[in-house]
């Protein structure tokens, strides 16, 4: 599907990897000029190379920490003074660490807020003056489905990413028309991560083959299957994009139906 993306200018954090790369991959073939971002400066680097061969833009990388405001300055900084402006906000993080309510400490809780939300504050508030002087000014906000579901043993991610979402729906209104603020809400993905666990689980005998891990984890869905990150990756391009130019202020659940949740 084309999006008419051409020439448009997307940030994507988080993206040297797992379903940021998916976003990134999207937009580059859909030649918009691309800035990825990661900490694995080697990984980076990969990711550069391959979104250079899909499209006609161009692709940059900063590397940064997410949880460091003066590396979300910089990453902003160097996407204006490549290209000029910035048209697309995506915003990604890894998750926070798996755990259970009385075994995580106050550390534990700051390193989450820091890393999910504090990262999206800041870039807003880096990228905002740039995207209202952009013709096409999005944001699109990848969090997790937790936020409509609790997880087990995942506290961290049901607390602190709601907060993401709140600030989505005001950022809707606050910077509309200028700008669109959406999000959009994964379930299991087949990321990197999700295939070194499965690998794992190959190696302890848990399943034959990595086929059979595979299939294990989508049991249960409705779909029989956990999602393909290109999938998510074309929302978020969707979304970014004047084909969903009235969508605005919404979070989009993409679990193949997995979740129980009415809303």
Do not use: C
Request: net charge negative; proline share 3%.
């Amino acid at each position: 599907m084309s999006y008419d993306l051409a020439g448009n200018i997307a940030l994507v954090t988080a993206s040297s990897s797992g379903l940021g790369k998916a976003s990134a991959e999207v937009f580059a073939d859909s030649d918009a000029n691309v800035v990825v971002n990661g900490r694995d400066t080697d990984q980076l680097e990969e990711t550069i190379d391959e979104l250079r061969a899909q499209g006609n833009g161009e692709v940059i990388g900063v590397s940064g920490d997410l949880t460091e405001a003066s590396d979300i300055s910089e990453l902003v900084e160097d996407t204006v003074s490549e290209f000029g402006g910035i048209d697309h906000l995506v915003t990604s993080a890894g998750g926070p660490p798996s755990g259970q309510f009385l075994e995580l400490t106050d550390d534990d809780w700051q390193e989450a807020f820091d890393l999910l939300v504090m990262s999206v504050v800041r870039l807003v508030r880096e990228s905002a003056p740039h995207l209202r002087q952009s013709e096409a000014g999005t944001i699109v906000n990848i969090t997790s489905r937790s936020v409509k579901e609790a997880i087990p043993s995942l506290v961290l991610s049901n607390s602190v990413r709601m907060s993401v979402i709140g600030l989505e729906k005001t950022l809707s209104k606050e910077l509309a028309p200028e700008i669109r603020a959406n999000a959009v809400l994964p379930g299991p993905h087949e990321t990197s991560r999700i295939e070194n666990l499965i690998e794992a689980g190959v190696e302890r005998g848990e399943y034959d083959d990595y086929e059979d891990g595979l299939a294990t984890r989508g049991e249960g869905n409705p779909l029989g299957r956990i999602g393909d990150p290109r999938e998510l990756g074309e929302l978020v391009a969707f979304l970014s994009s004047e084909r969903s130019s009235y969508l605005n202020g919404v979070a989009i659940t993409v679990d193949g139906g997995g979740s129980a949740s009415n809303l």
